[in-house]
Structures are given as C-alpha cells and as structure tokens.
C-alpha cells in the first residue's frame, strides 16, 4: 500500500506525463525543432515533479513541510511559489488538494510565531543559517523581514479557496495569521518611530545585514509599510520596497473580503481595507515617477525622504511581476512604462549575452541572468514573439540537466548557481502549461 506521500508524487508524476506529451505536440504545431521539443518533454517532467519529488514531506498532524531545495529549511516566499503550478489541479486531485491545504496551515502556524522570520525549521530544533543578533527562536532558521513573507500565504490561500471552495481552510490559525499580519505591517508603517525590530549580521556582506545598527536607513511616514530585505534575502537599501508593498495591498483586499464573509468580523474587515488604501496612497504619492522619453514609471525602492532605487530584481515579487500579482493589468500605461525600463540598459541587473538576456540580481555575480525571471517575463507578456523567445532561451540554458536553476552567466548557460532550486522549476512548469495552453492558469 502506497503511502501518502508515495501517492502524492505518482499521481503528480502521472499529471507530468501527461502534460508533457500534451506540450510536446503544441510545441511541434508552433513549429520548434525536434530537438527542442525532446528537450521540452524532458524539462517540463522533471520541473513538474521537482517539488512534490524533492522538497515536500507530509506531516502527521495534516501539515505539509516545503522546503526550498538546497536548503533543508522552509521559506515562507518559496515554498507558496514551489505548488503555484499544482493549483490548477487542486480540486480534481485530493492528493495534491491535502498537500496545499497542509502547506497553508504550516505557513498560519510559521506567521503567529513570529511574523518577521523568512524562513522555518520542519522542528523547534535551533538549527540556523547563522546566529544572527535578532530577536530570534528556536523554530527559525532565519529572521530577515521580508513583506512578501506575509503575502504570499494569503495569496496562496486566496488562489487555493477560489479554485476548490474548500470551506475547511478557514482555520482559527488563519484568523490569527490576519491578525499578526495586519498589526505587524501597521506598526512598519512606523518603521523609526514604534518597530522593536532589528537585524545584525557580523562578518559579512553589507547586503546580509542591515544598517544603522540593525534598524535600516531611516524612512519618513508614507502610508507604505517597511520591509527589512527583498524576496533575494538581500537587506533594502531604503526601506519602501515598491512591489512588495504593491503585493501587500492585494492580499490585504483578500483579508479584508475573508475576515467578513468567513469570520464575520467587519472590524478586521475595515482595518484591513484602510491599511490597504493607505499603502495605495503611499505609493501613489511616493513611489510614481516620470522617466524622460518614457513617461509615468514605479521606482523599485523609496525612503519617503526622496531617494529612490531605480532597479528591478529577478526575484517576485518585483516590478516585472505587477500584473501577474494581481496589481494591476497587463495593458496597464504604468506598467508598461515600468517594463520597459527594467527590460533594457537602463536597469543595472538587465544582461545581454550570447545565450540570453534577462533580470539578474545584486544576490549572484554580475552578468547572470535568473531562470524565474525569464519564466516572469513571459507569464507577463501577450505578444507571442517575445513569449515563444523566452521560452526557446528557456529551453537553451538548462545547461544539459533538464532542470532550472537560479542565475546563469548570460554568455555561458553551463556556469550556472544552484542546481536544486524547486521555485524555479516551478515556475517554468507554470509559464509551460500557459504558453502551451494545457491549462486555464494564470
């Protein structure tokens, strides 16, 4: 008899199959080579099945552990963009269904322990990236305040209801969750003034550790909300990050619309709308600039005092991402604009090389570009020369292992970093099945 797991991983390993014949033959109607379609079958497959095969243990209280590949810990970010391409299935496939509901709890409980950790350990056991001075516990592994840390269980739990209607993930843990989330983000609004949070990292990079004695550059009230680092883990260099407060707003609308219709709390409800309107507003007011020849365009970090950050990293939520987080549409005019900067020399982290070219990060060597952000580029785009570009260049710089990794040398795709990174394999397996049209998904 197969255990829970062991069925877990066939039925998904029979889903890959499947999708990847179904892919297989679109890709040869559109014209690519044999050769690209061979590689397809064999890419697809085995980034399909990376999470469930790799990085998913099932608990024996119902919960799911996802950890993030490499790293035997679990990231709050990560491991909710690791069963993104497992959504579409969710209400056919009970397997899969328990695994997401699983992870959701997890990540409730992760949040009311403390709401500034990114990334968890499967026990309370200590275990550590390194003995940060922070305000930590034995449940985390780290402790870099990250927005997107809170968002993207929301946002996971918000795409998981709406596809199955599952009544039964509306937890009192949830509700608790909201409440650590919404009292955590109103108190960063205050960065300076009402946070006892701090972060120090000694011996090494300025980038693992934050300013100013572990507070960060100083911020002036915008509405927005601070975050400490960026979805890379590295620290900000002003503490307004534009598309992580852009995130917030949209999964604060999903609380706000939760806590009435599910916990009939109206008061959660209000709370959570005028945090939203407020970071709206502060990012109306602070974050839109005018770039010459292009017109209204978002910076990717502000201090509230007039600096800004004029960057967009690989790493979602990012500028590139706006639309595909539900922020705005994809014929949106700012965004537009926006894209049109960080996709060109204009942002310091775009790269052209003789293999590819794409968002890289300050977090890996100049000159790399990232495989999530080649996946983004195209999940975020309707013209179909650009999107069947990226996925040629997807399938071109695997480097031979049939699987994705983070940063690739845009000049040499076999000088590559980290070879078992589950998100990135996911989201490839995501922009296949969209480019393909093997299913209704985002």
Known sequence: MLTKLDQLKKEIADLADELAVEGKEVLSKKGFTDEQQTNFQELFRNCFVSTADTTTKLLENGETYVFTGDIEAMWLRDSSAQVVHYLPFAKKVESIRAMISGLIQRQMR??????????????????????????????????????????????????????????????????????????????????????????????????????????GEPTAYTGMTWSGFRPSDDACQYGYLVPSNMFASVVLGYIAEYANSKYQDETMAKEAYMLKKQIEQGIEADAVRNLDGIGETYV?????????????????????????????????????????????????????GMAAKGIGSPHTPSGYIWHIALSMQGLTSDDESERRQLMETLLATDAGTHLMHEGFDCNNPDAFTREWFAWSNSLLALYAMTYCGLMDVE
């Open 300 to 352: 990717y970090e502000t201090d509230g005092y007039g600096n800004d950050v004029w960057m967009d990293d690989a790493n979602v939520p990012n500028l590139l991402s706006m639309p595909w987080l539900g922020w705005c549409s994809l014929d949106d005019a700012r965004y537009q604009n926006t894209r049109k900067w960080i996709l060109s020399s204009k942002n310091p982290f775009y790269y052209e």
């Open 110 to 215: 992760y949040i009311t322990i403390d709401p500034y950790a990114n990334a968890f350990n499967e026990e309370e056991n200590g275990h550590c990236w390194e003995k940060d001075d922070t305000d930590s516990n034995d449940w985390e592994w780290e402790r870099k305040y990250e927005i997107d840390s809170l968002c993207y269980p929301i946002w996971l739990l918000h795409r998981y209801y709406e596809t199955t209607k599952d009544e039964h993930i509306f937890s009192a843990q949830v509700k608790i969750a909201f409440r650590r989330i919404l009292d955590t983000w109103s108190t960063e609004q205050h960065h300076d003034e009402a946070s006892s949070y701090y972060f120090r990292r000694t011996n090494c990079p300025p980038t693992d550790t934050l300013s100013n004695d572990g507070k």
